[in-house]
């Protein structure tokens, strides 16, 4: 079947820091793949998209690459900032019509 | 536009009543799905439409119901309520299921009592 793990969380950053949110996939054939971003009391927004294996999806400074070969696709972003404070969800859709979520990881950036 | 609308923000049922969350999109998507948000559990679908007229279940459709007469809207109907429901529940749409950005309403609180 399709399911989605992400690292769990919650993740404490300095502002200016590194940050990697692992997400691994199941899925068979070939899912697209994507990361969206919830802000305190909103709906969830799409960050970036990936839809074939070593597409690399990027927006707002995050970036993740679609690795078929490790069932991957971790989001990165060299510097954050306070305003990236939310939570981010992995996600995929694959054939049958259906979209599955990972667990969410709760950000918090401390100036 | 105004996206993918939601009513009501809030609210709060008794255990047993029924209600139907409201959900509208003015882009003129065929695709469009409910899912509930829980702490821990992430999102999870529990009906979704791919066009006026056909509805599918998604993973957790017990206790709900949905049909979609028109490509704009897309009511959910949570037939007698249960503590279980109480969560946060979005609706999306998008301009088909695969490839494609799902946009989100700004979802509705619900709490069962």
């Known amino acids: 079947g399709n399911s989605v793990t992400q690292m769990e969380g919650p993740v404490t950053l300095s502002e200016e820091a590194f940050l990697t949110i692992n997400c691994t996939y199941t899925?068979?054939?070939?899912?697209?793949l994507f990361w969206y971003v919830q802000y305190p009391g909103e709906g969830l927004q799409l960050l970036l998209k990936a839809t074939k294996a070593d597409d690399k999806g990027s927006n707002k400074g995050f970036e993740a690459t679609y690795r078929k070969e490790t069932t991957s696709f971790h989001l990165e972003k060299g510097s954050v900032q306070v305003s990236d404070s939310a939570v981010y969800f992995c996600?995929?859709?694959?054939?049958?019509?259906?979209?599955?979520f990972g667990t969410g990881t709760s950000l918090t950036v401390i100036p | 536009n105004a996206g993918v609308t939601q009513t009501p923000k809030f609210q709060v049922l008794k255990t047993g009543q029924s209600m139907t969350l409201q959900c509208a999109q003015d882009m003129n998507h065929e695709y469009m799905s409910w899912y509930r948000q829980d702490p821990g559990m992430g999102l999870r679908l529990i009906h979704y439409s791919v066009g006026a007229g056909i509805t599918d279940q998604g993973e957790v459709p017990n206790g709900y119901n949905v049909s979609r007469s028109t490509t704009e809207d897309f009511p959910l109907r949570l037939l007698s309520a249960a503590p279980s429901q109480t969560s946060v529940y979005f609706c999306?749409?998008?301009?088909?299921?695969?490839?494609?950005?799902?946009?989100f309403g700004p979802g509705t609180r619900l709490t069962v009592t």
């Open positions: 996600a995929l859709s694959n054939t049958g019509n259906q979209f599955y």
């Open positions: 999306a749409s998008s301009y088909s299921y695969r490839d494609y950005e799902q946009y």
């Open positions: 899925a068979t054939g070939y899912p697209s």
